[in-house]
């Protein structure tokens, strides 16, 4: 719930009203690196949203800004904190403009791109809407969005002019009992390749269905990046979660244990499985890096089209 | 089923103890286990872990908390995931990456814990698994089989392969247990089913140079069954021997009687194993009386529950007064979780909605544990495992004096005065 004064949030204490100057009181106690800046977000998680609700997120969004801004100059100790200007505007490109546009006449250190939360087809409806708020955006500054996590939704706005992303996709696949294994060596050598390809192929054949995780009181699918540790398959299955992964996980232990863990319930399974998906999806990352530094961006990103479902 | 030891089990077992000190007023012993995965100093506290994993932390935590030897259970291991895949898995040690040693119980303390799925007979236990609802029969060949087989290297056809991993390095007879607050005929019985499952266990044990079974002392609380056991089991040569049938509801008074009827007729030069074991004080206190070794789910258990432990007792870290507490859990522990975090911020982390504390006290509390194990091995090497005594009854106590009765009672026993 957003009025011009506040945004309110539900927690387990109840109600808590946001002012600006609580919300900055709290990052004065906190001293980040970097912080989010207060923002009106709440056009994204309605269905249906009329223009004028739209401006008005936008309008906020400036002025808590604007306010934020003003009380960081005051404070000392927030001197080496940056705050990052967040751009709202919903799904109306002219409201997504005008946000990039005087967000970025603020001196703030980088840009949020809030509102592209969602599912998969929801992200692809957006996508042009990502690129024309980028195009409005300094080179110079660092761009990150909220809400997207997946290997292909992050190559898509990558391709966009994204630069940080939250990492909770991995999370998600640890608490639905799941590794990642999928591969994005882009230029691996021909023979792994071809046991790489092998074992793809074994995955794919056993993913008739998407099958529907309930985790933790939502809804999860699991995606064609991750094995489900739960089947009955791994139980002797000796190898590692992923050959060749250095992860404490594969460098210690199998895919037939972590299968007893998770049916036993026993708590090792998270943290081993914790370990792995993010050494796996952190690995991701580095070749992404690799892939844009050598202008191989496509066939990385072929090779993670391939194996998305 | 007759009760007399076997040939074989009077040829001499291996002697796995060697004794270091000795207290020379109470019957404390400090002293060295030669197991096939290492040597394990004693007195020694031997964490829980149950269904091959010590709850949340990896093997490499518990290794660095110097743990040399921990628990794996039979009944749960057998049901899942069952001998075979362990078999194939390089055997217990290989299936968890744990690289010292295992003791693996079997099964006979779920007949207890779990009396409402299983029924006892002379042939066995028969157990309804709650997962299934299936029906197996612990008898005691089946269950030094699963023991056994937890070893990757045994199989009944390649008898002559080379030894590979050896498995569980101490297993335990199946012994007919019953709940210490049992009185009447039924505690005889179990008594003697027991001597005759010894037997059985010894028979059926096809690996006796690479895994080492345990007798287990029951008889419940009566001095004379106890006795008879006693009498009984150290006529069988095995390498150690275990005091069951203890740490359940019995009082205090009844239970150091009955450590202390065990010990004294038990033999010096085998280690005395006593189950379930436990508290703080009960440790310090069943050292006194002549224990070597201990297991208990107590540290790890009440980690789960927010509950820290610390010389002067426990710190349940969720309450409002530890908010603010910026110091660590004990500032004399060298535990990572005491090296890096505060009181408060476990206190918040308790509050959050993850798992995260319950693993850095899962930590803390078994490094508390073998801490202490080792501070009173010291004091003992040191020849002044007495002053020792009195020193940790006042921390926990506040004054020497002011220690549980019964516990000032067992340690006059052994000629320790607390006043």
Not at chain 1, 144 to 154: K, N, T, Y
Not at chain 2, 88 to 96: C, D, P, Q, T, V
Not at chain 2, 113 to 129: A, H, K, P
Not at chain 2, 305 to 315: K, M, Y
């Amino acid at each position: 719930m957003v009025c011009w004064q506040s945004v309110s949030v539900w927690s387990v204490a109840g109600r808590v009203e946001m002012t600006v100057s609580k919300f900055m009181a709290i990052q004065k106690a906190l001293q980040p690196d970097w912080f989010q800046c207060l923002s009106d977000g709440e056009v994204s998680c309605k269905e249906a949203t009329s223009i004028k609700r739209v401006r008005k997120s936008v309008d906020r969004s400036l002025l808590f800004l604007d306010n934020c801004l003003r009380l960081q100059e005051e404070s000392e100790v927030l001197q080496k904190s940056v705050i990052i200007g967040v751009i709202e505007g919903g799904d109306v490109m002219e409201e997504r403009l005008r946000s990039a546009r005087e967000t970025a006449k603020r001196p703030v250190g980088g840009f949020l791109l809030d509102g592209f939360q969602g599912n998969p087809t929801t992200l692809e409806a957006r996508l042009r809407l990502l690129s024309s708020v980028t195009a409005e955006l300094p080179e110079d500054k660092p761009r990150l969005i909220s809400g997207v996590s997946r290997p292909d939704e992050v190559l898509e706005c990558i391709e966009r002019g994204v630069d940080l992303f939250e990492s909770f996709f991995p999370y998600q696949v640890t608490e639905r009992g799941c590794a990642l294994t999928f591969s994005f060596d882009y230029q691996p050598n021909p023979e792994e390749t071809l046991l790489q390809q092998n074992g793809t192929q074994e995955e794919i054949k056993c993913m008739d269905q998407i099958k529907k995780i309930e985790t933790t009181g939502c809804n999860q699918e699991i995606t064609s990046f991750e094995i489900n540790l739960k089947e009955k398959k791994y139980q002797e299955d000796f190898n590692p979660l992923v050959r060749g992964c250095s992860c404490y996980c594969c460098k210690n232990h199998t895919r037939a244990y972590i299968h007893h863990l998770l049916v036993t319930n026993e708590l090792l399974a998270g943290v081993l499985l914790m370990m792995h998906n993010f050494e796996h999806y952190f690995g991701f990352f580095h070749y992404i890096r690799e892939a844009l530094k050598s202008d191989k961006l496509a066939q990385l990103k072929e090779l993670i089209h391939r194996q998305a479902s | 089923m007759a009760g007399a030891a076997t040939q074989a089990s009077l040829e001499s077992a291996p002697r796995i103890m060697r004794l270091v000190a000795e207290c020379s007023r109470s019957r404390a012993r400090a002293g060295e286990l030669w197991l096939p995965h290492g040597t394990v100093a004693t007195p020694v506290f031997m964490p829980v872990g149950t269904q091959a994993t010590m709850k949340g932390i990896t093997t490499e935590q518990l290794d660095a908390l110097g743990c040399r030897i921990c628990l794996g259970n039979t009944y749960h291991l057998g049901l899942r995931p069952g001998p075979e895949l362990i078999q194939k898995a390089n055997g217990l040690h290989g299936f968890m990456n744990w690289p010292h040693n295992l003791l693996t119980d079997s099964g006979g303390f779920q007949m207890v814990s779990l009396v409402s799925l299983s029924e006892v007979t002379e042939e066995g236990v028969r157990f309804r698994s709650p997962y299934d609802g299936n029906e197996t029969l612990l008898s005691p060949e089946k269950s030094v089989q699963i023991q056994n087989a937890l070893d990757s290297s045994y199989s009944p056809v390649s008898a002559f392969q080379a030894a590979g991993n050896t498995g569980s390095d101490i297993i335990m007879q199946l012994d007919d247990v019953v709940s210490s607050t049992v009185t009447g005929p039924r505690v005889e019985e179990a008594m003697y089913r027991s001597i005759r499952w010894l037997d059985r266990c010894i028979a059926a044990h096809q690996r006796p140079d690479k895994q080492n079974l345990f007798a287990i002392i029951q008889g419940g609380l009566d001095a004379d069954l106890r006795a008879t056991c006693l009498e009984e089991m150290t006529k069988r040569d095995v390498p150690g021997f275990a005091i069951g049938g203890l740490s359940g509801g019995e009082s205090k008074s009844q239970f150091w009687r009955m450590v202390a009827l065990s010990t004294s007729r038990l033999p010096k030069d085998k280690p005395r194993y006593l189950m379930g074991v436990g508290y703080a004080t009960d440790l310090v206190v069943c050292v006194a009386l002549g224990c070597d070794m201990f297991d208990c789910v107590f540290p790890t258990r009440t980690a789960r529950f927010g509950s820290a432990l610390v010389p002067t007792g426990n710190l349940q870290l969720r309450k409002k007064v530890f908010e603010k507490d910026f110091g660590p859990i004990d500032p004399e522990c060298t535990c990572p979780t005491c090296q890096k975090h505060s009181r408060a911020f476990l206190h918040a982390l308790l509050h959050s909605d993850n798992t995260a504390a319950l693993h850095h006290l899962t930590v803390h509390n078994i490094a508390y544990q073998l801490q202490l194990m080792s501070a009173v091995r010291t004091s003992i090497v040191e020849k002044r495992f007495p002053d020792f005594v009195r020193d940790f009854m006042g921390a926990m106590y506040g004054d020497p004096t002011l220690c549980p009765t019964w516990a000032t009672d067992a340690l006059a026993s052994v000629g320790i005065t607390l006043g």
